[in-house]
């Protein structure tokens, strides 16, 4: 976790202690050495911090005469000083997110490669004796369940195959795959690691596109914390050297019979094949850290790739299917990745993420809306609505509204206990319901403490 461009609040580094993530602590302007100073005193006793940061791109230039002027220059020297002084038990590694520094007389102590996944092999060259880390990478934009773009609309392919001037699809920028000479972070031994940015859409920068786009497309993950299919590249290629990873895309639903689709999968088994309908359209070796991809008619029906362990097995040894979808009839609340499946604190000081999925009679979720579905969330005394999402980037509604609209099949909802209104031993009951379809209904426990689960913030 890069905690950029500033110092973080102290729940997230609780937090990042907690689950054993490595936090990169940034300063926010280089020249600020009294706030370097604070955020080193106030931080330096939580085990997940690996590294010190001085300063991001332009907030390096604390003169406004440019990152490599020499009161810049100073002033880094002065925040480097800093932390080593006050930091002097567990003696941290010292880098920043600033190309220009990158030279063979370093004062960094570790170099942050910004973007620029070609030069790896010249940063080694250049300044051997020092470890190197992507400080930030890929940029790669994309939205959940698009499949062509559509800048003027606010829309970007969910194929993981645009990023801005400056950036790198993530096979690209892990992987090497299209690099020169296959530089990149997994390819490299000496790049200790990196940070993609970014972990998920945000408010902003709404890369490559603009109004009515008011969201980022950079995410791994959307807004509302839904998987896009690009996130399955990074699931199928940071498992343990035993688990196999196996996905393919995109929905098989909305298309016109007859159309040619674009049909990817993402896999580390050595070979995949697709079948459309049963019947085989390829077999392919997949290439280390990238994709494989056909072009198929669509047929109402399925999609379904099988992973092979070696290269000419007969048998699979893993499916993995994609159905085409009926009308919508139905909602199902479930929670998500666990957050909320003990209940919520009557303190308040947690909450549940409640997900919504459309699914059609025989219980697949619609990922095409052919007309707006709303979903309304009905919350119980004792509970109160935190936030509401889609994941859409042209969604213009407030992220409070108990009313949201479904984007490619799926909606959320975060609630907490009303610390006025809770009672422990009771239930929050959040109740789902749109027009037209069967709405569900989920209880949440009271439960007594700070939090909620297993977790002692």
């Known amino acids: 976790w890069r905690t950029a461009h500033n110092c973080p609040t102290s729940a997230l580094l609780d937090a990042t202690d907690q689950l054993g993530m490595l936090v990169w602590d940034e300063n926010h302007h280089n020249g600020q050495t009294d706030e370097a100073i604070t955020l080193v005193r106030r931080d330096r006793n939580h085990p997940s911090i690996i590294i010190w940061s001085i ?3 332009a907030l390096c230039n604390a003169d ?10 100073s002033a880094a020297q002065e925040i480097i000083d800093a932390y080593h002084n006050i930091d002097n038990i567990m003696a941290r590694p010292v880098s920043s997110n600033q190309n220009g520094w990158n030279t063979a007389d370093t004062f960094l102590d570790l170099v942050g490669v910004d973007y620029a996944v070609e030069t790896y092999d010249d940063v080694k060259n250049i300044i051997p004796s020092k470890p190197i880390i992507s400080s930030e990478t890929a940029s790669s934009v994309s939205d959940r369940g698009e499949y062509s773009n559509d800048y003027g609309a606010g829309i970007v392919t969910a194929y993981d195959t645009e ?13 090497g795959v299209s690099v020169k000479n296959a ?17 998920w859409d945000y408010k ?4 490559p596109t603009s109004w009515p786009s008011v969201s980022s497309h950079f995410g791994i993950i959307d807004s ?8 399955y590249w990074y699931n199928t ?13 995109p929905s098989w639903t909305g298309w016109e019979e007859g159309q040619e689709v674009r049909v990817w999968s993402f896999s580390n088994y050595p070979e995949v094949e697709l079948f459309v309908n049963g019947q085989s359209a390829g077999r392919k070796s997949m290439e280390a850290y990238a994709h494989l991809e056909w072009n198929v008619t669509y047929a109402e029906g399925e999609i379904e790739v099988k992973g092979y362990e070696n290269e000419g097995d007969v048998e699979a040894a893993d499916s993995y299917k994609v159905l085409t979808a009926g009308k919508p009839a139905k909602l199902r609340a479930t929670i998500m990745d666990g957050v909320g499946e003990d209940g919520v604190s009557a303190s308040g000081l947690d909450v549940a993420k409640v997900k919504v999925e459309v699914l059609d009679e025989n219980g697949v979720i619609v990922p095409v809306e052919t007309s707006p579905i709303n979903v309304n969330f009905d919350v119980s005394v004792g509970g109160v609505i935190v936030g509401t999402g889609n994941g859409n980037n042209v969604d213009h509604d407030p992220d409070v509204a108990k009313q949201r609209s479904v984007y490619h099949g799926r909606v959320m909802a975060w609630i907490k206990a009303d610390r006025k209104t809770a009672e422990v031993g009771g239930d929050v009951f959040v109740e789902v319901s749109a027009e037209g379809l069967e709405g569900d209904k989920i209880g949440l426990p ?7 689960g297993n977790g002692e913030l």
């Open 183 to 199: 530089q990149g972070i997994l390819t490299r031994d000496f790049v200790s690691g990196g940070f993609t940015w970014t972990g």
């Open 204 to 207: 902003g920068e709404p890369t």
């Open 224 to 231: 509302a914390g839904f998987w896009k299919d690009r996130t």
């Open 55 to 57: 300063c991001n791109e």
């Open 64 to 73: 406004g005469k440019g990152n490599e002027s020499p009161a810049s220059m």
């Open 237 to 249: 290629w940071f498992k343990k050297e035993s688990e196999r990873g196996l996905y393919v895309f």
């Open 446 to 452: 009271i439960i007594d403490g700070l939090v909620a």
């Open 163 to 175: 990023a801005p001037s400056w950036g790198s699809t993530a096979e690209d920028a892990w992987g």
